[in-house]
């Protein structure tokens, strides 16, 4: 399923094919040599967009991307090689291999096979890994790669050069390769899975926590990815007939990630424009490496012309256009505004009302410190539970904790009879839990419709994923905004859309940390309302953090008191008012309660 418009899908599509063609007829007309450029464009092409589904929708940038390239040359180049020449040039092939002769499509789509099988071995060795780990990792990868071709001399001639391959990568074949990587990529985008990547390039903590398995969508796109760069090897090899492991090391990794960068890693309209920039000035530059002639001064041959002046421009893309040329949208999110069916308002019931939140002996420890100390706690749905306490009391740490973004050091937690400690956090989602965060983690550059839309694809199995969506949006009055990008809203709407994602998981317990931080009061009464009802309509039960504690004490049936991680109160507002450990410990000994019964000294 693809969750973008099908009006801007159908004007890339459109555009990608134009393109193409348009570019093939006038290197047709202008003879072999422009096609020998464009040929390598369109395979470069298909290399740089492979690399931006994987780095681009992660956010993980890769340098071990060209291994799969080489693996498409030389296992395809492997079958389509004449069995004589595999005789004479590589005599210690296996003879099943070296009797087999293949045309150049079934090779290629056998290589993609192989390179699909060791891209989902490495995809999950990468998977463990976060951020610059993961990259370090893909440079391993490179590195090995390029040692193994090297060393297995009997099947890829080892440093030296792997010839004899057919010639069969006409402009026409490497067109057709390029468009259909590029659809691939453009779909693979706005596919549920691409938008669920994308989501945790945007916020991995936020991602996993409306349920996105963010693991499996690495894994998809960097398969998706690996198979798309070993089309660009195979083809590439088809075409010069000849190559060695150097063609699939350091400086073609540079030259690929330097067109991703230059021209945006997101997008597939970032890909080509960064193509087409490196390619037009890397020409240039060729010829002007080996000396030039200004009239009045003999420029001398300078080498590494070529590599400076694409160092140069990364530079001058970082500084001035960090996000590249074309930034993060594709050129038809900018320019066709999409048209969204109006459907039937599904239902955001609790999806478990007997969905009870039960721990015992919740504790956190950070090295030394104690930040939530054995504490026993429970939520039921349909009820507004308030946790106070003050400031580093361990409030946000016991919710990261139920929440399953932090594994608690000791203590067990479950909801009705499943034990829930130590499950990932997109795990905890499906079984009902959502919350939001004190510090607002929502996925900025994603429009706010797309926002709420990753929480429904991610939860209930999916199920009408854009309905919720919806309607979420329009119970927190937010369907104004869904096609703004969310990173753009003022603070206030930044948290309506948050608590909007998620009720889109339609969840039984919803914990809300600070929702009305940077609220005024008019804000914060509409949001109590809005709160009452979540319970009262939709049988939602509450965890609600805040430190305005006259919200607290008008909108909740019970409160829980934390100081220094321990629990020392649990009880109804009107008890806990009067509990002089609390007044103690939470307003400060000198303050008498009886002054202020709403409670405001806490704010
Ligand atoms: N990831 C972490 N690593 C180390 N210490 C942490 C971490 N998270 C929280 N702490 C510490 O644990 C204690 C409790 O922090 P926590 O954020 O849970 O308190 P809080 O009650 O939510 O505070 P506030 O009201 O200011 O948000 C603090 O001393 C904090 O510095």
């Keep these: 399923m693809l969750v973008t418009s099908g009006r801007q899908l159908f004007y890339s599509v459109f555009a990608i094919l134009a393109l193409a063609l348009i570019a093939s007829a006038i290197a047709w007309y202008m003879g072999p040599a422009s096609q020998r450029i464009l040929v390598v464009f369109f395979v470069s092409l298909i290399a740089v967009v492979a690399q931006g589904v994987y780095c681009g929708n992660s956010g993980i940038m890769s340098f071990g991307h060209l291994s799969f390239m080489a693996i498409g040359a030389y296992a395809s180049s492997l079958l389509t090689v004449p069995a004589m020449m595999k005789a004479a040039t590589l005599p210690k092939l296996p003879h099943w291999l070296a009797s087999t002769e293949t045309s150049l499509l079934p090779a290629i789509l056998a290589a993609l096979v192989v390179v699909a099988l060791v891209a989902i071995i490495t995809g999950v060795v990468v998977g463990k890994l976060q ?21 297995w001399r009997d099947v890829t001639r080892g440093s030296g050069s792997f010839f004899g391959v057919p010639r069969e990568t006409t402009m026409w074949v490497a067109m057709i390769g390029c468009v259909i990587a590029l ?4 779909l693979y985008r706005d596919s549920i899975s691409g938008l669920k990547l994308r989501a945790s390039r945007e916020n991995a903590i936020a991602a996993a926590a409306v349920g996105v398995n ?7 796109s960097w398969v998706i990815s690996a198979v798309l760069m070993g089309l660009s090897g195979a083809l590439m090899a088809h075409f010069l007939g000849a190559f060695s492991p150097k063609n699939f090391y350091f400086v073609d990794t540079f030259q690929y990630l330097a067109m991703l960068i230059v021209g945006g890693m997101t997008t597939v309209t970032g890909a080509i424009s960064g193509a ?8 240039i530059l ?12 003999e420029v001398p041959q300078v080498f590494g012309t070529t590599q400076i002046g694409i160092a140069l421009l990364i530079l001058f893309a970082m500084f001035r256009k960090a996000d590249g040329l074309t930034g993060l949208k594709e050129w038809e999110e900018r320019f066709i505004k999409p048209k969204r069916k109006i459907l039937s308002g599904a239902s955001l019931q609790a999806a478990e009302p007997d969905g009870i939140l039960t721990s015992k002996g919740m504790t956190m420890r950070f090295g030394g410190l104690v930040a939530v100390n054995n504490v026993d706690f429970k939520l039921m749905p349909g009820e507004i539970v308030g946790l106070i306490g003050p400031n580093g009391s361990g409030k946000t740490t ?13 203590g067990t937690f479950k909801i009705a009879d499943t034990l829930l400690d130590g499950v990932p956090s997109h795990k905890v989602a499906e079984h009902g839990i959502a919350r939001t965060f004190q510090n607002i983690r929502l996925f900025n550059h994603l429009s706010v419709f797309q926002n709420v839309l990753v929480a429904a694809l991610s939860t209930r199995g999916g199920k009408d994923a854009e309905s919720r969506a919806q309607t979420a949006l329009e119970r927190m009055g937010m369907s104004k905004f869904a096609e703004m990008d969310a990173g753009t809203l003022s603070y206030g709407d930044q948290r309506r859309v948050e608590i909007a994602r998620a009720l ?16 005024n009061r008019e804000e914060t009464d509409a949001l109590m309302e809005m709160l009452r009802g979540l319970t009262k309509d939709l049988g939602i039960g509450i965890l609600l953090v805040d ?14 008191v934390l100081n220094e991680g321990t629990l020392i109160a649990a009880g109804t507002p009107a008890e806990i008012r009067k509990n002089p450990a609390v007044v103690e410990a939470y307003l400060g000994a000198s303050t008498d309660q009886n002054d202020d019964p709403e409670g405001n000294q806490g704010r």
């Design 547 to 560: 430190h305005d504690l006259k919200l607290i004490n008008q909108l909740c049936d019970r409160i829980a």
């Design 504 to 519: 889109a998981c339609q969840p039984s317990l919803l914990f809300l940390d600070e929702p009305a931080a940077g609220m």
């Design 276 to 283: 087409v920039v490196i390619t037009i000035v890397t020409e």
């Design 286 to 297: 060729r010829h002007l490496e080996s000396g030039f002639s200004l009239g009045f001064i």
């Design 214 to 220: 963010i693991k499996r969508e690495r894994l998809v």
């Design 183 to 186: 659809i691939i990529a453009r």
């Design 131 to 151: 951020g610059e780990a993961a990259t370090i990792a893909t440079l391993g990868l490179l590195i090995i790669v390029h040692g193994i071709l090297i060393g």
């Design 398 to 410: 016991l919710l990261n904790m139920l929440s399953g973004v932090l594994k608690p050091s000791e």
